[in-house]
């Protein structure tokens, strides 16, 4: 039956006022969003907003932005605020005070004022609807952060004086924000103003004295507790609401004053921390960003010009603001242009306070919705230039570093070998042994992961017969061999865990070929492995013996030498030639052949190198995979987010599946750093430059293809 807008079907109400229905739909909205834009590389944040703009009463109407919404909005919004304040570094400030409050100052004034002459002379806003927006400008979130602790930069001044001028300039725009909203409708009266001060500084002393002690405490008298610390931080975050909505403030302003008194406690707790993070990203704020696209009205974009040009005009004020900013401290200081470019790519990125300034604007009826929508374009597009700027800026400052070689570790080789198809394994041990250290006892462990099943035992009895049956059949060179069975409830989950208990330093796989529907989704097997490892992973497609190779071209990414995982990678390759007694031509962006010959001397080794020096990586794998039967080819990659990543090496498996069957080929991921993860709005993990360049790429090949199929037409007609 339908009435109206609204239909009626029993359970299913259109828009859904049944609590299961719209709970049920929220928690679909949240997992589409999470694998969907992950899928894509991008943040999820953008995701939830698209699915509150479909969801709510601007799109297909389906649910209602009603109070069950607001209230888990509401506790998102108090949550950003809490790890706002809980998220900066108190300790790194103390070192850099001085400097990070000149920075700090400028941050927040030179924005300020460039935002509130745009707002007053371009888009013709009223005196306070303008210094809302001017200090929403003000204000940046470290979206940029986990890049440069990617790059080894962190210690870098530039950096710690940006951590330290965040705290500055956030503090300074939840204070004016305090005013606005405690004052508005009432701002010529002086007593209001003073009963706001002292109300503001008597909660704050409360909470940033009271808070630490009563935190500890618990922490002290609940020795082994998991849930109630967890229980008792929420309830301090909506306590400290409380007591900021009691003394007329904004209940934001106690969430970040809860998270700064927090800080020191809880930062160093990791348990705590990431129990903290999963239950505040998985379901407050994706409700919060929710919240927020249902009040976004997307026929505004197409109705007229208005809200790109209020886009266009916010996003190029904060832009310029924090530019001349981040220039300024660095003329002051005498910093590197390089390390000015750095201050402003961290310090431009705007999301957490600029969502709850806004947001709390547009509530109150401050500013419309033009200027929430342009404000959302502003938060995409200033995350995207911040990260490019931020990503540039680190790896100019990492090469300019004087190069060293890396350090191989003094722990103990191991090599782990997981086994998916039996019939591979036999090859798969026969290059460990051959990639194996000289003089090394440890053994190979060939390991076979049985899923948790039914049939959990009688698989556990095959997996050890097929493998002790490939073991008898192996010439092993007195190399040991151990193998290993391991229930667990995926493959992924158990290699993951057999590589922690083992300590391997290398992982060597066989190619598993073309991707299934679901893998392409999910992600593969290896894809899964890569991201949550930092070690060395050697995936092969050999169907031959390794000894009868007689070339083996090995083609590198720009900046590999600057991996940790560069010696160890090199020497293993070496290792390998001098055992099948094969030449080798490493194909690299620059000339690397003193490096090279400088390992094989440390391995007491005097291959037949060829340094070959390509202009462009793709042309140099195209020619490389027309290599002769006798030729191994080996294709060195690397991780997201890493200094040798190229964005060609999302499309890397695709590309090899597309090769002859006749090449014989290994792809190889250097050890490298592992990822720093952290909080906020958007989970470090999934703030990333090479994504966004390599959905660049992607597009130019898309506009490469569309020209060609226009240029036939053409040429027909």
């Known amino acids: 039956m339908m009435m109206g807008n609204q239909i009626d079907t029993g359970l ?121 927006v001017s200090i929403m400008f003000s204000t940046h979130t470290l979206i940029a952060y986990p890049i440069v602790s990617r790059f080894g930069i962190a210690k870098n001044e530039a950096v710690a004086i940006t951590i330290g001028g965040t705290i500055i300039t956030d503090t300074l725009v939840l204070m004016l924000l305090a005013f606005i909203a405690s004052g508005y409708g009432n701002l010529s009266n002086s007593i209001t103003w003073l009963r706001i001060v002292v109300s503001g500084i008597i909660v704050a002393f409360l909470i940033l004295w009271l808070y630490p002690k009563a935190l500890r405490w618990l922490l002290r008298n609940i020795e082994g507790e998991k849930l109630i610390p967890l229980v008792f931080i929420f309830f301090m975050i909506f306590l400290a609401g409380i007591l900021a909505k009691a003394a007329s403030l904004e209940p934001i302003i106690g969430a970040f004053l809860a998270g700064l008194a927090l800080n020191k406690t809880i930062s160093g707790n990791r348990e705590l921390m990431n129990n903290i993070e999963l239950f505040g990203n998985t379901l407050f704020i994706p409700f919060f960003l929710i919240g927020v ?28 603001g924090k530019f001349i900013a981040a220039h300024l401290t660095r003329f002051i200081f005498k910093y590197s242009s390089v390390q000015g470019n750095l201050i402003f790519g961290l310090s431009s990125t705007h999301a957490a306070a600029t969502l709850a300034v806004i947001f709390i604007g547009f509530n109150m009826g401050i500013i419309d919705v033009y200027i929430l929508n342009g404000t959302i374009i502003l938060i995409l597009l200033t995350c995207l230039i911040g990260s490019i700027v931020a990503d540039n800026a680190s790896r100019k400052i990492h090469l300019s570093e004087e190069y060293t070689l890396p350090e191989v570790p003094a722990f103990p080789e191991r090599i782990l070998v997981p086994v998916a198809n039996p019939q591979s394994l036999k090859s798969l041990i026969e290059l460990a042994i051959v990639l194996k250290h000289p003089g090394s006892d440890e053994p190979i462990y060939p390991i076979s992961i049985v899923e948790d099943n039914e049939l959990v035992q009688q698989n556990i009895l095959k997996s050890r017969k097929d493998i002790d049956n490939i073991i008898r059949n192996i010439s092993l060179n007195e190399a040991r061999i ?101 030449t080798l031509e490493f194909k690299t962006s620059k000339e690397l052949l003193p490096i090279f010959l400088s390992i094989a001397k440390i391995w007491k080794i005097n291959p037949n190198i060829k340094n070959t020096i390509y202009i462009d990586w793709e042309s140099a794998f195209d020619a490389s995979t027309r290599l002769k039967i006798d030729s191994l080819f080996i294709i060195v990659a690397a991780r997201e987010d890493t200094i040798s990543y190229l964005p060609v090496f999302d499309s890397l498996p695709q590309r090899l599946n597309q090769l002859s069957n006749k090449l014989s080929f290994i792809l190889l991921f250097p050890e490298q750093a592992e990822m720093i993860k952290g909080t906020g709005v958007i989970p470090a993990s999934e703030i990333h430059i090479s994504p966004i360049m390599s959905q660049m790429e992607n597009f130019k090949k898309l506009s490469k293809k569309l020209m060609k199929t226009i240029h036939k037409k053409s040429s027909h007609e």
């Not at 209020?310 to 996003?315: D, E, F, G, K, N």
Request: hydrophobic share 50%; aromatic share 8%.
């Open 482 to 582: 151990q193998p290993l069975v391991r229930v667990d409830v995926n493959i992924v989950s158990g290699i993951i865990r057999g590589i922690k208990e083992t300590m391997a330093s290398m992982i060597v796989m066989g190619w598993g070929g073309s991707l299934k529907s679901s893998e392409r989704i999910f992600g593969s097997i290896l894809q899964k492995i890569i991201s949550e490892t930092s070690q060395t992973i050697v995936v092969s497609k050999i169907k031959q013996s390794i000894f009868i190779f007689k070339n083996i071209t090995i083609l590198c990414p720009p900046n590999t030498e600057y991996e940790s995982g560069f010696i160890y990678w090199v020497s293993k390759i070496l290792i390998l030639a001098n055992k099948i007694q094969a």
């Open 293 to 320: 696209g249902m009040v976004i009205d997307p026929n505004l974009l197409t109705e007229g010009s208005l809200v790109i040009k209020v886009a266009v005009i916010l996003t190029l004020a904060a832009l310029i």
């Open 12 to 132: 299913l109400h259109i828009p859904s006022s049944e609590p299961v229905v719209i709970f049920a739909i929220i928690l679909l909205s949240i997992l589409l969003s999470q694998t969907i834009f992950q899928k894509i590389k991008l943040p999820a944040i953008i995701g939830y907003i698209l699915a509150g703009m479909a969801l709510g009463p601007h799109g297909w109407g389906i649910l209602q932005n009603d109070s069950s919404i607001q209230l888990f909005g509401t506790a998102g919004l108090l949550f950003i605020m809490f790890v706002a304040g809980l998220d900066l570094n108190l300790q790194e400030f103390k070192h850099t005070a001085y400097k990070s409050i000149v920075f700090g100052l400028l941050t927040f004034f030179i924005p300020l004022g460039l935002g509130f002459v745009s707002c007053r002379t371009l888009l013709h806003l009223e005196p306070l609807p303008s210094f809302l």
